[in-house]
Each structure stands twice: as structure tokens, then as C-alpha cells.
């Protein structure tokens, strides 16, 4: 490799790691169709005894790209890594792929490849996790929710003894990745009175150091930007990377792997974790923005790492990530398991709907006059069509996984906050929503909304 150029290198990396996960995708699939084909038993004994060099091959491979085609000017910083030349980026995500390939295909007969498995953990996910790129992120998380299948010691529990079943480790991944999460909103935007203790509760349960140094890192790389803006883009991108995590683990659930099948998973934990974010625009508006004085709006709050503007500024983007983490729940999560939440899931979805709503909606449905409204401060995060759009399908996802009873009419009535919601009203929010999206506002900077053409249409769609 050394005689060739940067880009030769990283399309030679790109052609092996592509033939590595194209012939592991090949034996899966007809292995999974029960075609045990002379050729395919060959393929696969030949992947197997080959499992450790080509796993330590990738994340070496890994590591030299995230190391020599990053364009930062200083590359000794290791988060994050804003920009990468593109064939970087393309080989990168092969590696990823042909390992999570790898991985899924031989699964428990990597259990004597700790050290292999626990290096590509290492260089393949964490260091990988710090390219500022979606995609990689992406292929860099549904990576990490496949190790647990290698069923290798010490990946989740801290000794390199303890051994644990896939479906114990993916419980722990689960677990580390949600309070990674509940961690870093604590140290960075403590907005829930709530959300300390919920942090110090299942900080308690993790058992690596691995999650809890990652969160020290990007916390103190938060701490140290120049400026709010450099540090809201960070802590976006850590919250991004965590509900990936999150979300590409219970998607493994949904696959159906017989190695999953007693995995456990702490609704409550996560319900918890969604519904502080779904209302964090409510909360940065209410409590921070026009509780604070105008000139002192750009102050950072003690115990925080962010002003009150700088809270307001991102809190839609953190609702969104909410509902990203609520409808990947809704669809990986078995229905059996839901139904005790069914009536939570409902409010939940309610609240975050009537939040997203317009002030002239939300005053019909709440049968206010329009002189409360007009002496109220005015809100503005609300009016985003993005937003509505977002909460619109975790409505629809809610009633098509737990639905509402039958019986569930004005004679029986379930609370969201300090109201009494009746289903009545959950339809009427949603036809309402969608009637004002279907209406074309003479002067649209009269209306109480603001989106682009294509975000209406998404919401209505």
C-alpha cells in the first residue's frame, strides 16, 4: 500500500471490503434458506477460519482511514472529525459493512475472538463515531448493535472473564446506550428536574468504563469550543450518534434473531428518555428563554454548557431525535410489551402533537378565548411544519401499534399532563393539523407556522 497514492489505497481497502461483505451476505442468505449448497458450506468454513485475521485486518484498515484522509488541520484532536476526503468515506463504510456482514453471519463462533472483537469495538465504532457524517454514523451504530451476536467476553461488562449470552449483551448495549444519553442531556442542558437522578440511577448499572469515558470525552469536548455555535454542532452530533446507537439496537430486535430471543428491554427507561425530549422545546421556551432577562439570554446557565438561546435554538432538533427513538421503539418492540403502555404512549403522542400545534388550534381544542392568547408570550418553536410532520407519524405509529379502545369515548377519558384527553380530541388534533396544512394562506408570514413547500406536504403525506 505504501507505493500506492491515498486515493489508490482507499479504493483498494473499498474493492476488498466490499468482496468481504458481498460473499458474507451471499453465504447468510443461503444458509437462511436452508440451500446448503456445496459451494456456499465451502464459502462459509472459509470465512470462519479466516474470522480473526479479516476482523483485525478491518480495524486496522478502519483506524489508518479515520487517521490519514480526515482534513482537519489538527489531527491529533480525535472528536470529532468534521470532514473526510470521499473515498475515505466510501471505504469506511464498506469496512463497517463487511465487518457487521462478518459478524452476523458467524456469530457465536467468534467467542474466543475477544481481543478482535473488543478492538473493532474500539477503532470501529467509538473512533469511527466521531465522523461528523450521517451515513458513517449510521453504519458505525448498526455495527455496534451486531457485536453482541459475537457473544465475546468482556465487551459490555467491564472483565475480560465475565461472559455473557448475546441476549445479556445486547440488554447491556440497550442499557449504556440510553444512559450515555440521559447522561450527556444532564451535564449539558439539566432542563428536567428529574433528569439527574435518572441519570445517577442507571449510571450505577454500567459495568464498562468504556461508555462513561466516551461521554467525559465528548463533554469535554463540548466545554472547550470557541464558540456557542461550534459547541451546539458538537453536542447535535453526540445526541445524533446516541439515538443512532439506540435505534439501530432495537431495529436488531425486529430482525428476529433466534440469538435475541430472550433480550429484555426497559420500556419505562426509554418512555422516560422520549418524553424529555419530546417536551424540551416546551421547557427551553418556558423555563430558560422568557424566564431570563434579554441581555443575560446569551449567558451560559450554571450547570449547564449552554445559554438560554442557545437551548431554544436546538430544542426542536432534540424533539425530532425524541420521535425518532418513540417510532423505532413503536415498530421494533413486540405489541405484547407495549399494551401495558398503551394509555402513556397515547398522551405521550397527544402532548407532543398539541405542543407542535398553532396557537388558533390549540386555543379551539382547549376552548380558550382569543384574549388569553393574545396576552400570552409568543411562542415560535411550535410553529415549525418539520416538527408537526414528525409528530403527526408518531401519532399514527401509536394508534397502529396499541390503537384506542372502543370504549375509550367522552365517558372515559385518559390525562396528559393536567388535562383530561378523550379520543375525541386526539382525532379532532389530528384533522385539525391536517386542515390547516391543506389550507394556502394568501400572506404566508401571517401565518402561525413556518416550513418550507415540501415540509407541508410531507406533514399532509
Not at 473515498?87 to 481481543?115: E, F, P, Q, V
Not at 475480560?160 to 440521559?182: F, G, H, I, K
Request: proline share 2%; hydrophobic share 45%.
Amino acid at each position: 500500500l505504501s507505493m500506492l497514492g491515498l486515493e489508490d489505497q482507499c479504493l483498494l481497502i473499498l474493492l476488498a471490503s466490499d468482496l468481504c461483505a458481498a460473499t458474507s451476505e451471499f453465504v447468510r442468505q443461503q444458509l437462511s434458506r436452508g440451500l446448503s449448497s456445496t459451494c456456499a458450506i465451502a464459502e462459509y468454513e472459509l470465512l470462519a477460519s479466516n474470522s480473526k485475521p479479516l476482523l483485525a485486518g478491518l480495524a486496522r484498515s478502519i483506524d489508518y482511514l479515520l487517521v490519514s484522509t480526515s482534513t482537519g488541520d489538527d489531527r491529533s484532536v480525535q472528536f470529532p472529525i468534521e470532514t473526510m476526503k470521499e473515498m475515505g468515506l466510501l471505504a469506511l463504510k464498506s469496512c463497517h459493512r463487511a465487518a457487521t456482514s462478518l459478524i452476523g453471519l458467524l456469530g457465536n463462533r467468534l467467542t474466543r475472538s475477544s481481543a478482535v472483537v473488543i478492538q473493532l469495538s474500539a477503532v470501529g465504532v467509538w473512533k469511527s463515531l466521531a465522523v461528523m457524517d450521517d451515513s458513517v454514523v449510521e453504519s458505525a451504530s448498526l455495527l455496534h448493535a451486531t457485536l453482541p451476536l459475537a457473544c465475546v467476553a468482556g465487551l459490555n461488562r467491564g472483565s475480560t472473564s465475565e461472559r455473557a449470552s448475546p441476549s445479556e449483551q445486547w440488554n447491556d448495549t440497550l442499557q449504556e446506550a440510553v444512559t450515555m444519553l440521559y447522561m450527556i442531556l444532564q451535564a449539558a442542558v439539566p432542563i428536567n428536574a428529574g433528569l439527574a437522578d435518572r441519570a445517577r440511577q442507571h449510571e450505577n448499572q454500567i459495568r464498562s468504563s468504556t461508555p462513561k469515558d466516551a461521554v467525559e470525552l465528548w463533554l469535554q469536548r463540548i466545554g472547550i469550543a470557541d464558540s456557542e455555535t461550534e459547541r451546539t454542532l458538537v453536542f447535535l452530533h453526540c445526541l445524533n450518534v446516541l439515538v443512532s446507537m439506540i435505534t439501530q439496537i432495537l431495529s436488531m430486535d425486529a430482525l428476529g434473531q433466534h440469538q435475541l430471543i430472550s433480550a429484555e428491554v426497559d420500556i419505562v427507561s426509554i418512555l422516560d428518555l422520549v418524553e424529555i425530549m419530546m417536551s424540551f422545546p416546551m421547557s427551553a421556551e418556558s423555563t430558560y428563554f422568557f424566564k431570563t432577562k434579554k441581555r443575560l439570554r446569551r449567558e451560559i446557565f450554571e450547570g449547564g454548557l449552554f445559554s438560554a438561546t442557545g437551548m431554544t435554538n436546538m430544542a426542536n432538533q432534540i424533539k425530532v431525535m425524541g420521535h425518532r427513538i418513540l417510532d423505532v421503539t413503536l415498530s421494533s418492540v413486540r405489541e405484547p410489551l407495549l399494551l401495558p403502555f398503551a394509555r402513556r404512549l397515547v398522551q405521550s403522542s397527544y402532548t407532543s402533537l398539541l405542543a407542535a400545534s398553532s396557537t388558533v388550534l390549540r386555543n379551539v381544542l382547549e376552548n380558550k378565548g382569543t384574549s388569553l392568547a393574545d396576552k400570552s408570550r409568543k411562542r415560535w418553536l411550535n410553529s415549525s411544519v418539520a416538527v408537526r410532520g414528525v409528530a403527526l407519524r408518531s401519532v399514527k405509529q401509536v394508534l397502529l401499534t396499541v390503537g384506542v379502545e372502543p370504549s375509550q369515548t367522552k365517558s372515559r377519558s385518559f390525562r396528559a399532563g393536567n388535562r383530561k384527553v378523550q379520543a375525541d380530541n386526539l382525532v379532532n388534533l389530528v384533522c385539525g393539523t391536517l386542515v390547516e396544512q391543506l389550507q394556502w394562506f394568501d400572506h404566508m408570514e401571517n401565518a402561525d407556522e413556518w416550513g418550507t413547500i415540501e415540509e407541508r406536504r410531507d406533514c399532509i403525506v
